[in-house]
C-alpha cells in the first residue's frame, strides 16, 4: 500500500517530469503536440501496475473485434471503484491536479479536467494479431458536455523487443504518413493533443510471441472550451474516425447525436 503523503510526493515528482518535458526534448509538435518521458512512475509504482493488471478472462473487458480496423480489449469501468487495487494509484496521479496543471501548461490548453466516467479510457491489452487502424478520435463526452482535449498512455510491457510491432504510430494530417514511432517499452508515458488532425495508431497486426500482450493504461482529458478552430475539420459530435473506413465511425456516420 503506497501512503497518501507518498502518492503526493510521485504526484508533484511525474508533474516535475512533464513541466521539464521541453527542456529535456522529450515534448516535440511534429506531427502534433506529444511528448514521450521514460521511467515516467517510481519503478516500484509501474511493477505495482503490472502486478495487478487484470486477466483478459475477468468480466471487467470488452473485446472489440471489427476486422481491420481494431482488433483489442478494452476495460468497461464507469467510476473509480471500478479501477483494480494497485492500478488506482496511477490513475489518481495521472488524475490529480498538479499532472492536470502540468499538462495545461505545457500543451498550452487552460482548464484542463479529467473524466470521472472513464468513457473509454482504462486500460488496454492488444494480443498477437491484434491492431488499431490509424484515426482521429472522438471529439466530445456525452456525460458531460466537455470537448476531447489531450490522450495519456503508460506502457506496462517489460518484455517488449524490436521487431515485435505495437509502436505507437503518429500520422501526418491526413493520416497518410507514419511521421515518428513510439516503441511501448516499459514504464513510458506518452501524451499527446487530440483533435480532428492528430491520426494516430498501429495498424499493423502484432507480432508478439504467443503469451506477450501490449498492455497500456490510456485515460482521456477535457476542457469546456472548444478546441481551436484550426485544429476542427468536424464541429458536430463524432466518435472515432478511421482511415480505412474513410474517415467515418464503426456506424458508417461523420457525425452522431450527442446524448
Known amino acids: 500500500m503506497i501512503a497518501q503523503s507518498e502518492l503526493k510526493k510521485i504526484a508533484t515528482t511525474c508533474a516535475d517530469k512533464i513541466l521539464k518535458a521541453e527542456r529535456t526534448n522529450s515534448f516535440n509538435e511534429v506531427p502534433f503536440k506529444h511528448l514521450v518521458i521514460d521511467d515516467f512512475f517510481p519503478d516500484e509504482l509501474a511493477q505495482i501496475c503490472l502486478k495487478n493488471f487484470p486477466a483478459t478472462n475477468r468480466q471487467e473487458w470488452d473485446y472489440n473485434n471489427d476486422l481491420d480496423i481494431e482488433i483489442k480489449y478494452r476495460t468497461t469501468w464507469e467510476s473509480e471503484f471500478d479501477i483494480p487495487d494497485g492500478i488506482v494509484y496511477a490513475v489518481r496521479v495521472m488524475n490529480s491536479a498538479m499532472f492536470l496543471q502540468a499538462m495545461s501548461s505545457v500543451f498550452s490548453i487552460p482548464k484542463i479536467i479529467p473524466d470521472p466516467y472513464f468513457s ?21 463526452h456525452d456525460a458531460t458536455g466537455l470537448n476531447r ?61 504467443e503469451g506477450e500482450e501490449r498492455k497500456s493504461i490510456i485515460l482521456y482529458y477535457y476542457t469546456k472550451d472548444k478546441r481551436p478552430s484550426e485544429q476542427i475539420l468536424t464541429d458536430e459530435p463524432h466518435s472515432a474516425l478511421w482511415k480505412k473506413r474513410n474517415l467515418l465511425d464503426k456506424l458508417g456516420n461523420k457525425t452522431r447525436e450527442s446524448n
Not at 122 to 138: A, E, F, M, R, S
Not at 151 to 177: H, M, R, T, V
Open 149 to 209: 482535449r489531450l490522450n495519456a498512455i503508460l506502457y506496462l510491457n517489460p518484455n517488449w523487443q524490436e521487431g515485435w510491432g505495437g509502436e505507437f504510430g503518429l500520422y501526418d494530417e491526413n493520416g497518410d504518413k507514419c511521421i515518428k514511432r513510439v516503441a511501448p517499452l516499459f514504464n513510458r508515458l506518452v501524451i499527446f493533443d487530440s483533435h480532428d488532425k492528430s491520426f494516430h495508431g498501429l495498424p499493423d497486426p502484432l507480432d508478439f510471441p
Open 120 to 140: 473509454g479510457g482504462g486500460l488496454n491489452i492488444t494480443k498477437p494479431g491484434g491492431l488499431l487502424d490509424v484515426h482521429v478520435d472522438g471529439n466530445y
